[in-house]
């Protein structure tokens, strides 16, 4: 891992989330489902890491997991601060508020995750309710300020989240995820459920929004050419595991792993007179009930040898922030993109 003077606000080391699997009568526990399965990942100050991979992959788990929305298995979520190093993975609910004001999510559905019988007033002024600004007059305004601050009218706080498109809902999102000034934000793909044209706006709105407040951002996509805008660095999910991270210029370029070869394969060229090799993978995603032996990817890895179905590859720097999971990692030569 990086050194943890260099600039780090978040360190998650072995993180694991387990969900029981329960049959019969008595309910008793026969396997267990490995949504997370040993993540090891760093973000510091300022930056905006993304978290990418299939659909089913573990990214949303990974990140409710880190806000403690759910309590992990197993791991460390390692937040550092004035006060120093705390690891909030074993902390009871009674503990966690302090860091809750720190650490806030954009969740990926603008319709459902706003409530339709409260007015924005009541929507992005509740954070500051619940941490004891009582006063209404000085919610009022802080919200006003929040409105403003995402592009939105402040006469538009007592309007309900009908009257508005799904666009601006993303926004009143984003503006109550900022009501705590939190130092991370988690955006839980909050741009998957919004046309093409509208994405463009809400992502250039957490850019401007990153550089005027100093944010972190925690950035979970299954989208590579909306990860490649926004990040700069990148963490490859495949079955509950990291399989690469590495600055997101070179990932696109240089790819070390075969299944982020196969991701990169899929981004579509904006000129239609780019035709890129196309890149099938054959077979099922592993089942994260009851993953294979070695590594989770080798039955749809082309590059696969006898140590891969075997032997579980651990993760390794092959060059100065880029970390691997990967038995051969050293050795191929993989197809990347321009970042251009």
Same mark, same amino acid.
């Given at each position: 891992m990086t050194d943890q003077s260099n600039g780090i606000l =978040?360190?998650?080391?072995?993180?694991?989330?387990?969900?029981?699997?329960?049959? +019969? %009568?008595?309910?008793?526990?026969? +396997? #267990?489902?490995?949504?997370?399965?040993?993540?090891?990942?760093?973000?510091?100050?300022?930056?905006?890491?993304?978290?990418?991979?299939?659909?089913?992959?573990?990214? /949303? /788990?990974?990140?409710?997991? @880190?806000?403690?929305?759910?309590?992990? /298995?197993?791991?460390? @979520?390692?937040? #550092?601060?004035?006060?120093?190093?705390?690891?909030?993975?074993? =902390?009871?609910?009674?503990?966690?508020?302090?860091?809750?004001?720190?650490?806030?999510?954009? %969740?990926?559905?603008?319709?459902?995750?706003?409530?339709?019988?409260? /007015?924005?007033?009541?929507?992005?002024?509740?954070?500051?309710?619940?941490?004891?600004?009582?006063?209404?007059?000085?919610?009022? +305004?802080?919200?006003?300020? !929040?409105?403003?601050?995402?592009? !939105?009218?402040?006469?538009?706080?007592?309007?309900?989240? #009908?009257?508005f498109s799904g666009g601006e809902r993303q926004r009143i999102g984003i503006a109550r995820a900022l009501a705590l000034n939190p130092s991370l934000v988690i955006a839980d793909e909050p741009v998957s459920a919004l046309d093409v044209s509208v994405q463009a706006q809400i992502l250039n709105l957490l850019l401007d929004l990153q550089s005027q407040l100093g944010l972190t951002l925690l950035f979970v996509a299954h989208d590579l050419s909306v990860v490649k805008h926004i990040s700069e660095r990148v963490a490859v999910m495949y079955v509950g595991r990291i399989v690469e991270t590495a600055p997101t210029g070179i990932l696109f370029s240089a790819p070390r792993h075969p299944y982020t070869e196969a991701l990169l394969a899929a981004v579509p060229k904006p000129d239609p007179r780019l035709k890129g090799a196309r890149m099938l993978l054959e077979g099922e995603v592993a089942d994260p009930a009851n993953p294979p032996d070695g590594c989770y990817f080798h039955p749809r890895c082309s590059y696969a040898t006898d140590v891969c179905r075997t032997v579980t590859p651990q993760q390794e720097e092959i060059a100065a922030g880029h970390f691997v999971r990967c038995h051969r990692s050293r050795e191929l030569t993989l197809k990347g993109v321009s970042r251009g």
């Amino acid at each position: 891992m990086t050194d943890q003077s260099n600039g780090i606000l =978040l360190e998650v080391k072995n993180l694991r989330k387990f969900f029981p699997i329960q049959k +019969g %009568f008595l309910r008793r526990v026969v +396997g #267990h489902v490995r949504a997370v399965d040993d993540v090891t990942i760093h973000i510091r100050k300022g930056e905006t890491l993304s978290l990418v991979g299939e659909s089913g992959c573990g990214k /949303t /788990t990974a990140a409710r997991c @880190i806000v403690r929305a759910l309590k992990p /298995t197993a791991g460390q @979520i390692l937040m #550092h601060g004035a006060d120093g190093v705390i690891d909030i993975a074993p =902390l009871p609910k009674r503990s966690l508020r302090p860091f809750r004001r720190q650490m806030q999510m954009i %969740f990926q559905d603008p319709y459902s995750s706003l409530n339709p019988r409260m /007015t924005l007033f009541d929507i992005v002024g509740e954070p500051l309710l619940v941490n004891g600004v009582r006063d209404r007059q000085m919610r009022m +305004g802080r919200v006003a300020e !929040l409105l403003q601050l995402v592009g !939105l009218r402040p006469e538009y706080m007592r309007r309900y989240p #009908h009257a508005f498109s799904g666009g601006e809902r993303q926004r009143i999102g984003i503006a109550r995820a900022l009501a705590l000034n939190p130092s991370l934000v988690i955006a839980d793909e909050p741009v998957s459920a919004l046309d093409v044209s509208v994405q463009a706006q809400i992502l250039n709105l957490l850019l401007d929004l990153q550089s005027q407040l100093g944010l972190t951002l925690l950035f979970v996509a299954h989208d590579l050419s909306v990860v490649k805008h926004i990040s700069e660095r990148v963490a490859v999910m495949y079955v509950g595991r990291i399989v690469e991270t590495a600055p997101t210029g070179i990932l696109f370029s240089a790819p070390r792993h075969p299944y982020t070869e196969a991701l990169l394969a899929a981004v579509p060229k904006p000129d239609p007179r780019l035709k890129g090799a196309r890149m099938l993978l054959e077979g099922e995603v592993a089942d994260p009930a009851n993953p294979p032996d070695g590594c989770y990817f080798h039955p749809r890895c082309s590059y696969a040898t006898d140590v891969c179905r075997t032997v579980t590859p651990q993760q390794e720097e092959i060059a100065a922030g880029h970390f691997v999971r990967c038995h051969r990692s050293r050795e191929l030569t993989l197809k990347g993109v321009s970042r251009g």
